[in-house]
């Protein structure tokens, strides 16, 4: 139970992803602060959490509004003392199309989500944390904030690579105060999200091009570098960038294996 004892607060956490590590931290031992829009999907996660002997808090909020996060932060502090890990997890993603056609809302809202929610729900939770001397914060980036997405459009992009500068600027500036800031960039997850706006055909495709590993994250895979980050064993880690991704970042996929295979067979061939 590594996180025995610490509260976190976890964005966006009715469902996919933020869902995978409500569950993974509240298994660690934590008491979670469920937060979500959708209130019906965080009150489901913490009656599972609940059902495994665990403490929740669901919390409705919007994380573009700063009056409904400093509320769930004084809701945490009032029900659980303190907030010790923030994950940022809550994040939109638009359809695919071409920068000339997005419309200037649909950059707004997911600039917003992706990035201002980021920044409104550090500027909360620092203050706590400082009391105390001590913290974490986790950013649920992606890929798209390494690279590039392959499902949406550039505002998602930008958005992501937008949360790196800040993990990397915050994780300097909170240095002093013993807060860590960490982000974890998952790759291709199987969450509502992944599963709506994509066919199973398209997913295989993916999964050949691009994963070594061989299949998509699921949101477990997640919860666990949470943990590791949320943990003891990190308390000398900030500033790090960690690619969940199955090997996306080697840049090579299963496709290339037959090939160079092939090559080494035939090169082997003609050495005798
Ligand atoms: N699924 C993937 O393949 C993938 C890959 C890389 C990164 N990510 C990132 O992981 C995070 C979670 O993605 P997911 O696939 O689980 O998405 P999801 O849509 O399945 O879940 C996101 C949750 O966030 C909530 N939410 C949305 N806007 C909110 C807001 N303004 N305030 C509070 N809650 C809000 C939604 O209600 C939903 O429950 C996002 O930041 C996303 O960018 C996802």
């Known amino acids: 139970m590594e996180l025995k004892g610490k509260t976190a607060i976890i964005t966006g ?31 489901g996660v913490v009656k599972t959490i609940e059902s ?17 996060i400093d509320a769930m932060v004084a ?65 649920i980036n992606s890929l798209a904030g390494r690279r590039m997405t392959f499902f949406g459009s550039a505002d998602y992009t930008a958005s992501k690579h937008g949360g790196v500068g800040l993990t990397l600027h915050l994780a300097w500036e909170l240095a002093e105060s013993h807060i860590t800031v960490n ?13 709506a706006g994509t066919t199973p055909e398209y997913r295989e495709m993916v999964t050949k091009r691009l994963v070594p590993l061989g299949r998509w994250c699921t949101p477990d895979d997640i919860g666990g570098a949470v943990i590791y980050f949320a943990s003891d064993n990190a308390d000398m880690v900030t500033g790090q ?23 080494m067979e035939e090169l082997r061939a003609k050495a005798g």
């Open 13 to 43: 956490a009715g469902r996919g992803i933020g869902e995978g590590i409500a569950l993974a931290v509240a298994r660690a031992g934590a008491n979670v602060v469920v937060n979500d829009m959708n209130f019906e999907n965080a009150q």
């Open 75 to 139: 809701a945490t502090v009032a029900k659980f003392g303190t907030v010790d890990i923030l994950v940022n997890n809550a994040g939109i993603e638009s359809s695919p199309m071409l920068l000339k056609d997005i419309p200037e809302k649909q950059w707004d809202r997911v600039l917003g989500v992706n990035l201002k929610g980021v920044f409104l729900c550090c500027q909360a939770v620092i203050p706590v944390m400082m009391n105390h001397n001590k913290g974490r914060i986790i950013n």
């Open 241 to 263: 960038l960690l690619d969940v991704d199955g090997g996306v970042m080697t840049g090579y996929g299963e496709d290339l294996r037959p090939i160079v295979r092939k090559r």
């Open 183 to 195: 982000a974890i960039c998952p790759g291709a997850t199987l969450t509502p999200l992944a599963e």
């Open 52 to 68: 495994g002997g665990g403490k929740a808090l669901a919390f409705k909020a919007d994380v573009t509004k700063k009056a409904e």
